[in-house]
């Protein structure tokens, strides 16, 4: 009795890494696209957050019937009319979306920029800590750039962060991909 291809633990890894540098290629593909298109990039963004929206807005109000009365049962109910509302105005009213992501988003960079840098200054002693640091000021001078941009940064800042995003995660997937492959060819 020979093993068989699909029997063979280290074929299935081969398998597996396959399709796994084929999604990386598809996230570079992506973030090229967005970066491309940085706009249309962001209004796709803002249409996904806006459906999650109204999806956990019918969750909480289909979760307000069940196990809730009372006034338990109005809030969650509120709760619920909230995340639609919001939900609704972000797909009907995306451009507004947009610039509102993109001010959370600067916001966001400022605030993680400030706290990058208080880590750094208890961690200063540390080996290594010169990379919190630079992570902390690029940080605050892009929330910055966004903030100090706002609203015109709407038109590129979400697209392009977004297509960036995409390519690192394509790429950071295709070069691990390779590795596993290569380490399972050893024992294939």
Do not use: C
Not at 105 to 113: D, P, R, T
Not at 172 to 182: E, F, G, L, N, Q
């Amino acid at each position: 009795m020979g093993t068989s291809a699909a029997a063979n633990p280290f074929s299935l890894v081969k398998l597996g890494s396959t399709w796994s540098v084929v999604l990386g290629v598809l996230f570079v593909l992506f973030g090229i696209l967005a970066i491309a298109e940085p706009f249309m990039a962001a209004i796709a963004l803002n249409t996904f957050v806006a459906w999650v929206l109204i999806f956990v807005g019918i969750l909480h109000i289909v979760a307000a019937f069940h196990g809730h009365g009372g006034t338990s049962l109005a809030w969650k109910l509120l709760i619920g009319a909230a995340y639609i509302f919001f939900g609704g105005y972000l797909l009907f009213h995306p451009i507004i979306g947009v610039a509102s992501l993109t001010l959370l988003l600067a916001i966001l960079f400022l605030v993680e920029g400030v706290l990058d840098l208080i880590l750094w200054w208890k961690m200063r002693s540390l080996q290594g800590s010169f990379w919190i640091l630079l992570d902390g000021i690029v940080t605050l001078i892009l929330g910055g750039m966004i903030y100090v941009h706002w609203p015109s940064s709407a038109v590129w800042a979400l697209g392009t962060l977004l297509g960036v995003g995409f390519i690192m995660s394509g790429v950071t997937r295709i070069m691990m991909s390779m590795a596993v492959r290569k380490v399972a060819s050893k024992f294939a």
